[in-house]
């Protein structure tokens, strides 16, 4: 199986910060790589998909880059209902895997 | 508009199985695999798995092989996980999900809460 490194597990950050939350894959995954938010008490939400690709409706301070074993999601300019807790999901290969999560807080 | 409904909550003793129902609604159900993800409380989100309606093809998360089957019914556009030998770490709350790759919008069961408890 593939495993996902996310780091890191949380961090703190304020409102207009830059944030940078990377994924290491244990073997090559192309671009296939997907982040989600997911806020308490509610569903994850899809923000990337493969790898770099906004999904509609999301904020473009949002981005995501990355090919092969290292990926990263950025947000430019932190807003408050940003502070949730974020996801890498590799699809390279089956069986799919999630990465740990980074809780981003205030 | 695309919808997951997810049965209701489920209350389980160590050793039982579990039946999870999602049905889908607002496309064409044969077009999207679904997914199941679990989360347990207070944890991370975990892949256990997914079915491709058209032909019933599964792939699974090591850890559930052996205990886990995923089912459809066309003629209701429903897709049934079910999980056996439950253990108290299988409390979770369980999602099924559509689109978790490729282009278009992610969509997510309410998700379905199961406790296993003595």
């Known amino acids: 199986d593939i495993q996902m490194t996310q780091s890191p597990s949380a961090m703190s950050a304020s409102v207009g910060d830059r944030v940078t939350i990377t994924c290491r894959a244990s073997?090559?995954?192309?671009?296939?790589l997907a982040w989600f938010q997911q806020t308490p008490g509610k569903v994850p939400k899809r923000l990337i998909y493969a790898a770099s690709s906004l999904q509609t409706g999301v904020p473009s301070r949002f981005s995501g880059s990355g090919s092969g074993t290292e990926f990263t999601l950025t947000i430019s300019s932190l807003q408050p209902e940003d502070f949730a807790t974020y996801y890498c999901?590799?699809?390279?290969?089956?069986?799919?895997?999630f990465g740990r999560g980074t809780k981003l807080e205030i | 508009q695309v919808q997951l409904v997810q049965s209701g909550s489920e209350v389980k003793g160590p050793g039982a199985s579990l039946k999870v129902s999602c049905k889908a609604s607002?496309?064409?159900?044969?077009?999207?695999?679904i997914h199941w993800v679990r989360q347990a409380p207070g944890q991370g989100l975990e892949w256990m798995g997914v079915i491709d309606p058209n032909g019933d093809r599964t792939n699974f998360a090591q850890k559930f092989q052996g205990r886990i089957t995923m089912t459809t019914d066309t003629s209701t556009s429903t897709v049934f996980m079910e999980l056996s030998s439950l253990r108290s770490d299988d409390t979770a709350l369980y999602f099924c999900?559509?689109?978790?790759?490729?282009?278009?919008?992610?969509?997510w069961g309410q998700g379905t809460l199961v406790i296993v408890s003595s």
């Open positions: 073997q090559g995954i192309s671009n296939s």
């Open positions: 999900a559509r689109t978790l790759t490729g282009s278009g919008t992610d969509w």
């Open positions: 999901l590799q699809h390279g290969s089956y069986p799919y895997t």
């Open positions: 607002g496309y064409t159900f044969t077009d999207y695999s």
